[in-house]
C-alpha cells in the first residue's frame, strides 16, 4: 500500500519533480515489513519472537533501503555525490532505529485487540461441530464450550442483573447461598423460582 500511498499523494500533491524510484522504495519497505510481522488471524507469536522480526526488518528498511537504495535515487535524481549522501543518512538512520522499533511494538500490542477483533474474519464452523470435539466424558471439566457459544452471542450474559440457577439437584441450596453471600454485601436480593420456561 505504501507504494499506491506515495503515488497518489504525488497525483494530488504535486510539490517538486516525481521520481519513480522513491514509489519503489515505499514498496519495498511495505513488502520487507509485511514479511517479517504479518501475524496469521488467530495465532500469537512471543514478544522477543516479534522484537526479532522487527529488529531485523527495521534494520532492512532503514539501513538497506533508506540509506543505500535511496541514496542511488536521490545521486540519479540531484548528481549529489552518492557517498555524501549516504554518510549525511546514516547517522539519521541510526538514531531512528531504536526509535522505530519502540514505537512499532507499543503500537502493535495496543491495536492488536482491535485488528483481531474488527479487521480478521474467525473461521466459521458450526456449534455443533465445536461442540463434538469435546469429549461427553471428560475428567477436566470447563466452560470452554460455554464461552465460546456465548461469544458467538456477543456475551449477553455478561449484560445481566440476575443470576440463573438450574439442574436437577441443589437449585435451592445454591440460591440461599448466593442471597446470603449478596445480602452481605449490601445487594438487593428477590429469588423467584420458575418451572417453565414462559412463566415470567
Do not use: W
Request: overall charge positive.
Amino acid at each position: 500500500m505504501q507504494d499506491f500511498g506515495d503515488l497518489i499523494g504525488a497525483i494530488l500533491f504535486p510539490f517538486g519533480a516525481y521520481f519513480p524510484g522513491f514509489t519503489i522504495s515505499a514498496a519495498l519497505m511495505g513488502f520487507v515489513y509485511g514479511i517479517f510481522l504479518y501475524k496469521k488471524p488467530g495465532k500469537e507469536i512471543k514478544d522477543f519472537k516479534f522484537i526479532l522480526r522487527l529488529i531485523i526488518s527495521s534494520i532492512i528498511v532503514l539501513i538497506g533501503i533508506k540509506i543505500f537504495l535511496e541514496s542511488v535515487f536521490l545521486n540519479v535524481l540531484y548528481g549529489k555525490a552518492y557517498f555524501a549522501v549516504v554518510a549525511s543518512r546514516f547517522v539519521t538512520q541510526l538514531i531512528l532505529l531504536p526509535i522505530q522499533v519502540i514505537v512499532i511494538f507499543f503500537l502493535e500490542k495496543a491495536l492488536r485487540p482491535f485488528v483481531n477483533k474488527y479487521l480478521y474474519k474467525e473461521e466459521k464452523i458450526g456449534i455443533d461441530e465445536y461442540l463434538d470435539t469435546f469429549d461427553k466424558f471428560t475428567k477436566d471439566p470447563n466452560l470452554d464450550a460455554m464461552k465460546y457459544i456465548m461469544e458467538k452471542f456477543d456475551s449477553p450474559h455478561k449484560k445481566l442483573k440476575f443470576i440463573h440457577v438450574a439442574g436437577t439437584n441443589g437449585k435451592g441450596s445454591v440460591c440461599e447461598m448466593l442471597s446470603n453471600i449478596l445480602k452481605d454485601t449490601e445487594y438487593k436480593v428477590r429469588k423467584i423460582y420458575i418451572s417453565t420456561f414462559n412463566k415470567i
